[in-house]
């Protein structure tokens, strides 16, 4: 049986492209009538990691920076409590901003500000402005939500004022809290701007004597990803939902196993009332709310229809904590594992328990009865592989199995594609018949031209392979395409390889701390790279079994070039689904043979990404990027097919072909 094979043709078929350059031929005989190979219906996924300000100032839509005075300087060496806050005393009036931690609004959340107005005359006022993200973008028409914890000091009275203010000073809306009680208590207003804004901050001010308590200050667009409340940036978000994802994983990456087992990931920490999440630094050196936190990441895999994947650590942290080259790996003491570990078993009754279980009445009280049906678990994420970690990830496994049989776990072996972790975490894999591992590779476009048949040879029914992470060096045309080359290997080799994603997903133009990335964006825009492309037409349309078939190219493929191709069946659709990668500068002319189908429509879906090889779509974001006003994006048309037929593939293509079969 074939699934795959490439061979080379004679030459003489060649004939000249318009450039001069002597056209690629190959043939391609697809084997509908032989046994079909199951493959993973959820090969194609995605990986989250709040990296770049992905979730805070990102994905997750709170306007708000440093909204509950929780920010300090181990996040960042130069920000403390009041940064990204800015008082101001006007007309006349006198006051201070400070900090305290008495009688907190929860001791998770120990901070707030206290804003104290003295000599107020008339038109005087105090004020506190907030910013946001590098400024606050609204949109004219759209309503904002702001929110507030607020008390004042017994018998203190007056109104707190709430604005949405330009840069200039000019209010583009506003709104009053009459008056505030002498306990913690949430108070609600909505803020509709006349005109767009891209720069806007938020004020909050006061013009009479006293003092007011101020705590996780708010301003969400009240149109949130599928209007879920504490949600979701809806453009973003949409982002993601059209990749069509298989699978989401979060939280990361390093943000996982932390910055020292201080800093070690904790769900817990990350669901409830907002106002009582703890917060947390972020191993890339910024700030985590846990607004967007195990609740929503479980909500939003719901609403795309995509298999939850969280990853937690394996009682290690990061063998880069403290910036120590792969020296810095910390271990929860032995002592404390047993709670570490009931914690991890906690997770899966958060996800799947009864409504009325410890853990499942948390999430029904979150709005979720229902359970959220997770079923893979990653322990691990890129670990150096030790003892300290081989100890402790056996115990964490051991517990699982024991406890939860049902649950997939997806262990790690190390950074790299190769290496001394690598071989000793594919030991382990094998030593204790972990169902998947996690394999991770950034390398250059050619890497992934040489590494076609790295999954060819790996053993069949044993451990599994996740490619959690992977990416070439670059967001042009050439890298899209050489990861789709790539992909093309990875749906040959479903059988071994059950998921893959791209990473990373997201970045904020401006605070680029990894590169390249999947999506950038800033507050008002998304700029999908090619790369994004190359992962939809793959995600969206997968199939979950290989169609044998063969590859027989005109020509030897120089270097840095690669023709390759793959063929899947869907069977919900009963699609046959072709794709074709022509990375090369020459048009490939492919003889297509279908054998064995009885029929097939005369006319297919085709979706074609093509163009500039060394263009990007987002320039280099680096720089802030020059956006392409013309980005190459995937253009779609029908073509006349039949069981053998002719397609040219442009040069620099990738052409994915949907054939109905009967
Ligand atoms: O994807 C960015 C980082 O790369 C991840 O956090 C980490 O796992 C890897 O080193």
């Known amino acids: 049986m074939l699934f795959g094979t490439v061979a080379l043709l004679g030459r003489s078929a060649a004939a000249e492209t318009p450039a001069g350059k002597p056209a690629n031929s190959a043939r391609i005989e697809i084997h509908s009538d032989q046994p079909?190979?199951?493959?993973?219906?959820?090969?194609?996924?995605?990986?989250?990691?709040?990296?770049?300000?992905?979730?805070?100032?990102?994905?997750?839509?709170?306007?708000?920076?440093?909204?509950?005075?929780?920010?300090?300087a181990s996040d960042s060496p130069e920000w403390t409590q009041t940064s990204f806050w800015k008082f101001s005393a006007t007309g006349g009036a006198g006051g201070s901003f400070v900090i305290q931690d008495a009688n907190p609004l929860h001791t998770n959340n120990p901070h707030y500000a206290v804003v104290n107005c003295g000599n107020a005359g008339a038109g005087g006022e105090v004020a506190l402005a907030n910013n946001g993200f590098d400024g606050i973008a609204v949109k004219s028409g759209e309503a904002y939500d702001f929110s507030v914890f607020a008390r004042r000091r017994p018998g203190e009275k007056g109104p707190l004022h709430v604005r949405l203010e330009a840069a200039d000073g000019s209010v583009l809306a506003k709104a009053e809290i009459p008056e505030l009680s002498a306990d913690w208590q949430k108070y609600s207003a909505t803020l509709t701007p006349a005109r767009d804004e891209a720069n806007a901050r938020l004020v909050i001010a006061m013009s009479?004597?006293?003092?007011?308590?101020?705590?996780?200050?708010?301003?969400?667009?009240?149109?949130?990803?599928?209007?879920?409340?504490?949600?979701?940036?809806?453009?973003?978000?949409?982002?993601?939902?059209?990749?069509?994802?298989?699978?989401?994983?979060?939280?990361?990456?390093?943000?996982?196993?932390?910055?020292?087992?201080?800093?070690?990931?904790?769900?817990?920490?990350?669901?409830?009332?907002?106002?009582?999440?703890?917060?947390?630094?972020?191993?890339?050196?910024?700030?985590?709310?846990?607004?967007?936190?195990?609740?929503e990441y479980f909500q939003f895999c719901e609403d795309i229809g995509a298999t939850p994947l969280p990853i937690v650590a394996a009682g290690v942290s990061c063998q880069n904590s403290d910036y120590a080259h792969g020296t810095g790996q910390q271990c929860i003491p032995m002592e404390d594992m047993p709670?570490?570990?009931?914690?991890?078993?906690?997770?899966?009754?958060?996800?799947?328990?009864?409504?009325?279980?410890?853990?499942?009445?948390?999430?029904?009280?979150?709005?979720?009865?229902?359970?959220?049906?997770?079923?893979?678990?990653?322990?691990?994420?890129?670990?150096?592989?030790?003892?300290?970690?081989?100890?402790?990830f056996k115990m964490i496994f051991d517990a699982l199995r024991q406890k939860h049989p049902e649950i997939t776990v997806v262990g790690t072996v190390g950074p790299s594609p190769a290496g001394g972790d690598y071989d000793r975490g594919w030991k382990l894999a094998k030593e204790?018949?972990?169902?998947?591992?996690?394999?991770?590779?950034?390398?250059?476009?050619?890497?992934?031209?040489?590494?076609?048949?790295?999954?060819?040879?790996?053993?069949?029914?044993?451990?599994?392979?996740?490619?959690?992470?992977?990416?070439?060096?670059?967001?042009?045309?050439?890298?899209?395409?050489?990861?789709?080359?790539?992909?093309?290997?990875?749906?040959?080799?479903?059988?071994?390889?059950?998921?893959?994603?791209?990473?990373p997903l997201l970045c904020k133009l401006g605070q680029v701390q990894w590169y390249p990335d999947m999506v950038y964006f800033n507050n008002a825009q998304v700029f999908l790279t090619t790369n994004y492309y190359a992962q939809q037409l793959f995600s969206a349309n997968g199939g979950d079994a290989y169609v044998p078939s063969a590859l027989t190219l005109g020509r030897e493929p120089e270097k840095g070039e690669a023709i390759t191709m793959s063929s899947v069946?869907?069977?919900?659709?009963?699609?046959?689904?072709?794709?074709?990668?022509?990375?090369?500068?020459?048009?490939?002319?492919?003889?297509i043979r279908i054998d064995g189908a009885q029929g097939i429509d005369p006319e297919a879906d085709c979706v074609v990404l093509t163009g500039d090889v060394a263009k990007t779509n987002a320039g280099d974001p680096r720089a802030r990027g020059n956006v392409s006003a013309d980005p190459i994006k995937p253009v779609a048309s029908r073509v006349k097919v039949s069981p053998a037929f002719d397609y040219d593939a442009?040069?620099?293509?990738?052409?994915?072909?949907?054939?109905?079969?009967?």
């Open 36 to 72: 079909a190979k199951p493959i993973s219906p959820v090969l194609f996924g995605i990986f989250f990691e709040d990296l770049s300000y992905a979730a805070d100032g990102g994905l997750y839509a709170e306007l708000v920076q440093n909204r509950s005075f929780e920010y300090s």
């Open 208 to 295: 009479t004597r006293g003092a007011v308590y101020l705590d996780v200050v708010s301003l969400f667009p009240h149109k949130t990803f599928k209007g879920r409340p504490n949600g979701l940036r809806a453009d973003l978000a949409q982002a993601i939902a059209d990749l069509k994802p298989k699978f989401v994983r979060f939280p990361g990456g390093c943000l996982a196993h932390g910055d020292g087992v201080a800093n070690i990931y904790h769900w817990k920490d990350t669901i409830g009332p907002v106002e009582q999440r703890k917060e947390a630094k972020n191993i890339w050196r910024y700030h985590q709310t846990h607004g967007l936190g195990y609740f």
């Open 339 to 392: 709670a570490y570990i009931a914690d991890i078993l906690d997770l899966i009754e958060y996800a799947n328990g009864p409504a009325d279980s410890t853990w499942g009445a948390k999430r029904a009280a979150a709005g979720h009865p229902e359970p959220f049906h997770l079923k893979y678990l990653g322990v691990g994420n890129e670990d150096a592989i030790t003892p300290g970690f081989t100890e402790r």
């Open 432 to 503: 204790l018949s972990i169902p998947i591992v996690d394999e991770h590779y950034y390398q250059q476009p050619n890497w992934f031209l040489k590494n076609t048949n790295r999954y060819d040879t790996y053993e069949r029914n044993k451990t599994q392979v996740y490619v959690g992470e992977y990416a070439s060096w670059g967001n042009t045309l050439r890298n899209a395409l050489a990861e789709a080359v790539h992909m093309t290997s990875l749906e040959r080799n479903g059988d071994v390889v059950h998921m893959a994603s791209y990473a």
């Open 569 to 591: 069946r869907d069977s919900a659709s009963g699609e046959l689904i072709i794709k074709l990668v022509n990375l090369s500068a020459s048009a490939t002319r492919a003889a």
């Open 650 to 662: 442009p040069a620099f293509s990738l052409t994915v072909l949907r054939l109905k079969t009967h």
